[in-house]
């Protein structure tokens, strides 16, 4: 299977759609399911196969991220990329997330999110970028307000997280006002 890549000079950023998914479940063996997902485990994959079991997509809402591949160690180290991507609306929410703390504070998300951005308004037609973001997580507020977002409002009792409601601070990118 062949993905469509983006290569910076420390990352290769590996594009995974709705058919990715497809082929991967389809076509792969086990052994290279878990190897192209990153997992380490069978119950990760039988809970990421769920996930795909329950729909990744609707007629209207898809999913459109990358995962961030070490070109030195060729280690799956996050991801980055649309999870909610209202197709009718042009609109998208952007997610990201390094697996491995020792690749934090080296400026590897601001690097790819601004590519993650471009690809939005450029290839996938967006005009909106919205995100949101736990009030207490101080490094993401930064890297999106560093990338022009805007602070829109506060969502209380947003999402369900480690057995409680949690609120959103919600941050939004035009197109029109990107740079």
Same mark, same amino acid.
């Given at each position: 299977?062949?993905?469509?890549?983006?290569?910076?000079?420390?990352?290769?950023?590996?594009?995974?759609?709705?058919?990715?998914?497809?082929?991967?479940?389809?076509?792969?063996?086990?052994?290279?399911?878990?190897?192209?997902?990153?997992?380490?485990?069978?119950?990760?994959?039988?809970?990421?196969?769920?996930?795909?079991?329950?729909?990744?997509?609707?007629?209207?809402?898809?999913?459109?991220?990358?995962?961030?591949?070490?070109?030195?160690?060729?280690?799956?180290?996050?991801?980055?990329?649309?999870?909610?991507?209202?197709?009718?609306?042009?609109? =998208?929410?952007? %997610?990201?997330?390094?697996?491995?703390?020792?690749?934090?504070?080296?400026?590897?998300?601001?690097?790819?999110?601004?590519?993650?951005?471009?690809?939005?308004?450029?290839?996938? %037609?967006?005009?909106?970028?919205? =995100?949101?973001?736990?009030?207490?997580?101080?490094?993401?507020?930064?890297?999106?307000?560093?990338?022009?977002?805007?602070?829109? %409002?506060?969502?209380?009792?947003?999402?369900?997280?480690?057995?409680?409601?949690?609120?959103?601070?919600?941050?939004?990118?035009?197109?029109?006002?990107?740079?």
């Amino acid at each position: 299977m062949k993905f469509e890549e983006i290569i910076t000079d420390r990352l290769i950023l590996r594009k995974f759609t709705q058919e990715s998914f497809d082929a991967i479940y389809s076509d792969m063996s086990q052994e290279e399911q878990l190897d192209i997902l990153g997992l380490n485990s069978i119950e990760k994959l039988l809970e990421e196969k769920e996930k795909y079991k329950k729909g990744l997509s609707t007629y209207n809402k898809k999913f459109l991220y990358h995962q961030l591949i070490d070109k030195k160690t060729s280690a799956i180290i996050g991801w980055c990329g649309y999870h909610t991507w209202y197709t009718d609306h042009n609109r =998208a929410e952007i %997610g990201y997330e390094l697996f491995d703390d020792n690749y934090k504070g080296q400026g590897i998300m601001s690097e790819v999110i601004a590519l993650i951005i471009n690809y939005g308004f450029r290839n996938m %037609g967006l005009v909106r970028i919205e =995100a949101f973001v736990d009030p207490s997580n101080t490094a993401s507020i930064k890297l999106l307000k560093r990338r022009n977002f805007k602070k829109e %409002g506060l969502f209380k009792h947003h999402y369900f997280h480690n057995n409680r409601m949690e609120d959103s601070i919600a941050f939004a990118l035009l197109k029109s006002e990107h740079n």
